[in-house]
């Protein structure tokens, strides 16, 4: 039954072929989703990782040179 699962393998049985696909669907919802997670995660996390600080400042600072200045 694990092989059959994995590897998608028709058994000829209606429902084992309907549990199969339906549990493949789960398992590819549950990955698309666990992905979506985890890429807010790594946005969130972006500004302390030491290779990615020196490009989020140099885009900043170059996005505020071109922002008009606001005196207060």
Not at 15 to 23: C, P
Not at 48 to 53: C, E, L, N, P, S
Request: zero cysteines.
């Amino acid at each position: 039954m694990k092989l059959a699962l994995a590897y998608n393998i028709p058994t000829g049985d209606a429902n084992f072929d309907k549990i199969k696909v339906n549990s493949r669907n789960g398992l590819a919802k549950l990955i698309n989703d666990n992905n979506a997670m985890a890429f807010g995660d790594y946005l969130q996390a972006l500004p302390f990782m030491d290779y990615t600080r020196g490009v989020i400042s140099k885009a900043a600072n170059n996005v505020f040179s071109r922002a008009p200045k606001m005196y207060i």
